[in-house]
């Protein structure tokens, strides 16, 4: 059995929506089996700086439909050092915190490897990123929300692309993943959709122009992965305005408003349950691994796994989005 007494929870780097119903899932849970709770504000940073306070069960009421963090993220440079782990470590002497509880993507995750090795500290990660570029999970905590806002924002660009007969090359969040563009693709009944998986395979435009854009659509719609790879919309919009100038183009980066807005249903569901998870785990002698979803079933994937390997993306699902935009 485990020797955990007190657990410490943190969110770090992006915030995702659902966030706030894992933090709530994992105090409660843990209250719940008889252990103490201690918040830790602002990431790795509030570890350090000793932001944290002691939670009880309303600490987490009434936060479950909220965006964002109640414990505020922060990205940490000092955290990436030796010197500021140790920091973090004194701290959590400090305030007798025995594990932790980490939600977030993979800068997080590899922050709780490391400490983990260096201070022999049980870690448990949640993945609560919208790019859903986490390994060993079928889904991340916040990846259905931005999904459904990208889809939304879509279907009102469509409204005047269409009016004006325009091409819009729509930027979508995801880093180097291809996941929402490829599935906002999909579910908004694009015509195309520019991932950083794809682009080494060949010139997406050339096909795109080739494959999918003609007269006889009243308006064409593709979602281009922000990235280096893909060198994101604009790069895209300039190619179409030198090369194929007799098309009207139009460029939408949709940013920061994918991040926020109230987690849906499955992101509430999926974060309660990867929350509980997390305190089953701590009291099961578990450490250094991610709490996943394969298959509706919860699964333990070591941080080097989820770390280290790449996700792929369903390669059926671009020839999908193939077919149906003719």
Known sequence: MSSVKCIGVLTSGGDA????????????????????????????????TDEIVEFKTENVSDIIQRGGTILKTARCQEFKTPE????????????????????GGDGSLTGARLFAEEFDVP??????????????????????TALNTIMEAVDKIRDTATSHERLFFIEVMGRDAGFLALNGAVASGAEAAIIPEESTE???????????????????????????????????????????????????????????????????????RLGHASVEALLEGQRNVMCGMQNSEVVYVPFTQAIKN????????VKVLKILSI
């Not at 843990?30 to 103490?36: E, S, T």
Request: aromatic share 6%.
């Open 202 to 272: 060949v010139d997406q435009l050339e096909d795109l122009i080739k494959n999918g854009f003609r007269k006889s659509k009243s308006s064409s719609i593709v979602l281009v992965a922000e990235s280096e790879i893909t060198g994101g919309a604009m790069h895209y919009a300039e190619r179409v305005k030198k090369e194929y100038p007799e098309y009207d183009v139009r460029v939408t980066i949709l940013g920061h408003v994918q991040r926020g807005g109230s987690p849906s249903a499955n992101d509430r569901i999926l974060a309660s």
């Open 123 to 144: 870690c448990i990660g949640l993945p609560g990123t919208i790019d859903n570029d986490l390994y060993g999970t079928d889904t991340t905590i916040g990846y259905d």
């Open 17 to 48: 929506p659902g966030m706030n119903a894992a933090i709530r899932a994992v105090t409660r849970s843990a209250i719940y089996n008889g252990l103490q709770v201690k918040g830790i504000y602002r990431g790795y940073k509030g570890l350090i």
């Open 84 to 103: 500021g782990r140790k920091l973090a470590y004194d701290t959590m002497k400090k305030e007798n915190i025995d594990a932790l509880v980490i939600i």
């Open 310 to 317: 790449q996700k792929s993306i369903d390669k059926n699902l």
